[in-house]
Antibody, heavy 119, light 107 residues
Framework: EVQLVESGGGLVQPGRSLKLSCVAS????????MNWIRQAPGKGLEWVAY????????YYAETVKGRFTISRDNAKNTLYLQMTSLRSEDTALYYC????????????WGQGASVTVSS | DIVLTQSPATLSVTPGESVSLSCRASQGISTSIHWYQQKSNESPRLLIKYASQSISGIPSRFSGSGSGTDFTLSINRVESEDFSVYYC?????????FGSGTKLEIK
């Protein structure tokens, strides 16, 4: 069974940093591109970042470019999102999602990690 | 960025009715549209990929159609478990974008 389990969320002050992790199991993690998607409270889905299977290709949404860093450790089956200079508008539930085959189609999602940016 | 406009925002139906949800893209995107279902307090689930391709494990009452700028998710005879929010997402170009969702609610 494919599983994605996020962790590392919490309450953080504006301007501070936080690092999310997503541990994958039930599939060969190193064969799949991965994304971070977020959802602000009561709002829709927003793509945040993408990383290819071997980390050769990385893309970010303009809203987080320069502040967030996506990375992965295929030996540990883990995806990361380093978030710096956090703002109140970054408050959201952060999902990691697997790309299922060619193209940016997300066929498996974690349960989400909650990030609240507030003083 | 490609903007996806979903309509209606809310759709009130009676179980057993058949419904169509719309997603319109701000420019032509071929068939690079995907549909997700998100139940309350759950993660999104992929329903349909590339406009009309079925996904293993998804009930056959869900189907998709369209190309270019206009896309439709159809649910044949809505069941109680289908009442949730539906999102479309485009993969034609980065940044990936989602529609704002259609909430399917019980009338």
């Amino acid at each position: 069974e494919v599983q994605l389990v996020e962790s590392g969320g919490g309450l953080v002050q504006p301007g501070r940093s936080l690092k999310l992790s997503c541990v994958a199991s039930g599939f060969t993690f190193s064969n799949y591109g991965m994304n971070w998607i977020r959802q602000a409270p009561g709002k829709g889905l927003e793509w945040v970042a993408y990383i290819s299977s071997g980390s050769s290709y990385i893309y970010y949404a303009e809203t987080v470019k320069g502040r967030f860093t996506i990375s992965r450790d295929n030996a540990k089956n883990t995806l990361y999102l380093q978030m710096t200079s956090l703002r109140s508008e970054d408050t959201a539930l952060y999902y990691c999602a697997r790309l299922g085959g060619p193209g940016y189609v997300m066929d498996a999602w974690g349960q989400g990690a909650s990030v609240t940016v507030s003083s | 960025d490609i903007v996806l406009t979903q309509s209606p925002a809310t759709l009130s139906v009676t179980p057993g009715e058949s419904v169509s949800l719309s997603c319109r893209a701000s420019q032509g995107i071929s068939t690079s549209i995907h549909w997700y279902q998100q139940k309350s307090n759950e993660s999104p689930r992929l329903l349909i990929k590339y406009a009309s391709q079925s996904i293993s494990g998804i009930p056959s009452r869900f189907s998709g159609s369209g190309s270019g700028t206009d896309f439709t998710l159809s649910i044949n005879r809505v069941e109680s478990e289908d009442f949730s929010v539906y999102y479309c997402q485009q993969s034609y170009s980065l940044p990936l974008t989602f529609g704002s969702g259609t909430k399917l609610e019980i009338k």
